[in-house]
């Protein structure tokens, strides 16, 4: 196959009728722009350009193949300009993954807002618990929690806030266990029926940050462990017991006193909330403008 460069260069010459003007139009020497074309006269095996020092003139062989590079050099501008415009305007189908629960407290109600401000944009949405592999499986964005610090990865990552714990029990499970203000000190907690998030197999410790720069970690035997938040927010809200969960999911319990916030002196360490993708590089509007959305949305999020 030719060299395309080739080709957009005799257009250029017989466009300009000549190498001189088609040199500085294209900020060339007119010497390596005539050897180029030599070359590809010598690889067709035919002449293309009358060379001639009184006036400049094309071949009949010349003309024909002119015309068939015009319209080969006119369809690459297409194809580059229908990229562009993909680029350019935020559309086509987003690859998305998100955790169950911040699905439910947050990033569903935002997904419906970015989906009406972009109608060329399809979202497909897995709600899953699991660390999802973002190049193996395909997916554009995975949104995921962590605590800090983050640690470096292969894939390029997007901080969009940051999310609170807190500990909290319903006023009926605390009357029923004869402390109805709720334990003063992280030491009472392990009296208190527990409920964990994440797997049922392991250690379950509760690691909280005091007000004077104190760490406790209360280990407990939960008597209901799940990767569901929103399972763990109803049995807690029916006196089951104790559990540590994000504020985004309980602030409207703790809003209606359904939960109740206890030793709110001792936080657990909060978590990052970040989108990971796998390259900026070629980066699709239709990526960048849920991401970017995504991020402003947190930024408006009041938890106090």
């Not at 050897?35 to 067709?44: D, G, K, N, S």
């Not at 955790?99 to 970015?114: E, N």
């Not at 929690?145 to 029990?169: F, I, N």
């Amino acid at each position: 196959m030719q060299d395309l460069n080739d080709l957009y260069f005799f257009a250029q010459v017989v466009d300009h009728q000549g190498f001189a003007p088609a040199g500085r139009a294209l900020g060339m020497p007119k010497s390596t722009l005539s050897r180029r074309i030599a070359l590809l006269e010598e690889q067709l095996g035919v002449r293309l350009i009358q060379r001639s020092t009184r006036r400049f003139s094309v071949t009949e062989m010349g003309q024909r193949y002119y015309s068939h590079c015009k319209a080969m050099l006119i369809e690459a501008e297409a194809a580059q300009q229908a990229i562009d415009l993909n680029r350019s305007e935020p559309q086509g189908i987003v690859r998305l993954t998100c955790p169950v629960g911040i699905l439910h407290a947050r990033i569903g109600a935002m997904l419906g807002d970015f989906l009406a401000a972009t109608p060329r944009v399809t979202v497909h949405l897995e709600a899953t618990n699991r660390v999802v592999d973002v190049i193996g499986e395909g997916v554009d964005v995975a949104i995921r929690v962590r605590p800090p610090p983050l640690k470096d990865s292969d894939l390029v990552m997007k901080v969009l806030g940051e999310r609170g714990w807190c500990l909290v029990a319903s006023p009926a499970l605390l009357h029923q266990h004869g402390v109805p203000g709720g334990p003063e000190v992280p030491a009472d907690l392990a009296s208190l029926p527990s409920l964990d998030f994440g797997p049922a197999p392991g250690e379950h410790v509760w690691e909280l940050d005091g007000p004077d720069g104190q760490v406790a970690a209360i280990h407990h035997t939960p008597r209901f462990v799940t990767d569901d938040m929103l399972a763990l927010k109803q049995a807690a809200a029916a006196g089951a017991g104790i559990v540590q969960l994000p504020l985004m999911v309980v602030s409207d319990e703790l809003k209606r006193g359904t939960l109740v916030h206890i030793v709110p002196a001792w936080n657990p360490r909060s978590g990052i909330i970040h989108a990971v993708f796998p390259s900026r590089r070629g980066l699709l509007p239709s990526v960048r403008s849920l991401i970017d959305f995504l991020a402003q949305r947190f930024q408006e999020i009041d938890e106090s």
